[in-house]
Nanobody, 125 residues
Framework: QVQLVESGGGSVQAGGSLKLSCAAS????????MAWFRQVPGKEREGVAL????????YYEDSVKGRFTISQDNAKNTVYLQMTSLKPEDTAMYYC??????????????????WGRGTQVTVSS
């Protein structure tokens, strides 16, 4: 089992920045990829960023490229999502996810085994 705990969400004005953290514990060696997803009420959860634990390779959803940066601190078993130039449309609950494989289908929530409870990000105009 792997436990994921997100933190760092909050309210910010458009153009501002936030840094989310996801602390992992438990059998973390069973997971190969970590991702951040977001979800607004009535919509499907969407993947925004992925990081390969082995070599730190990263991938981003098009709408966040150049604005969001995913990173990891393996010593702390923590993954981060630095968000800059935030827009009102970035408002969502943000979730951390961990999966046993890394796949080109990384934006699909069903690929991941473990999820955190989420942290709310609200961007006002």
């Amino acid at each position: 089992q792997v436990q994921l705990v997100e933190s760092g969400g909050g309210s910010v004005q458009a153009g501002g920045s936030l840094k989310l953290s996801c602390a992992a514990s438990g059998y973390t060696s069973s997971t190969k990829c970590m991702a951040w997803f977001r979800q607004v009420p009535g919509k499907e959860r969407e993947g925004v960023a992925l990081i390969y634990k082995s070599d730190g390779s990263t991938y981003y959803e098009d709408s966040v490229k150049g604005r969001f940066t995913i990173s990891q601190d393996n010593a702390k078993n923590t993954v981060y999502l630095q968000m800059t130039s935030l827009k009102p449309e970035d408002t969502a609950m943000y979730y951390c996810a961990a999966g046993p494989v890394c796949t080109t289908r990384w934006t699909q929530w069903s690929v991941y085994t473990y999820w955190g409870r989420g942290t709310q990000v609200t961007v006002s105009s």
